[in-house]
Nanobody, 124 residues
Framework: VQLQAFGGGLVQAGGSLRLSCAAS????????VSWFRQAPGKGREFVAA????????YYADSVKGRFGISRDDAKNTVYLQMNSLKPEDTAVYSC??????????????????WGQGTLVTVSS
């Protein structure tokens, strides 16, 4: 499966953005998908995940209550709705997918497929 993330941009603190992760392939519905982010000078950080069934979602504590992950398998797309954005949310956001979550949703090594990142900049 090939992934493409888009939707990033510049937004003021308190604003909202919606990221999209578009996938190729007819078996996309079999994949669990996550979003990770990497801020300048920092390591990769788990943000949110959605199980292939769509019935389970997981969030990092830092975004819980502000971000929402969802999927539309008919469109082969996973979304990350980001509300109440803060300057510390500034990062390159990447989506990742896997069929078998071998090491837990929050571990980047669990994912076999990665899309290119999209930059989110939140100004204060």
């Amino acid at each position: 499966v090939q992934l493409q993330a888009f939707g990033g941009g510049l937004v003021q603190a308190g604003g909202s953005l919606r990221l999209s992760c578009a996938a190729s392939g007819r078996t996309f519905r079999q994949y669990s998908v996550s979003w990770f982010r990497q801020a300048p000078g920092k390591g990769r950080e788990f943000v949110a995940a959605i199980h292939w069934s769509g019935g389970e979602t997981y969030y990092a504590d830092s975004v819980k209550g502000r971000f929402g992950i969802s999927r539309d398998d008919a469109k082969n797309t996973v979304y990350l709705q980001m509300n109440s954005l803060k300057p510390e949310d500034t990062a390159v956001y990447s989506c990742a997918a896997t069929i078998v979550v071998s090491r837990g949703f929050v571990v980047s090594d669990s994912y076999n497929y990665w899309g290119q990142g999209t930059l989110v900049t939140v100004s204060s």
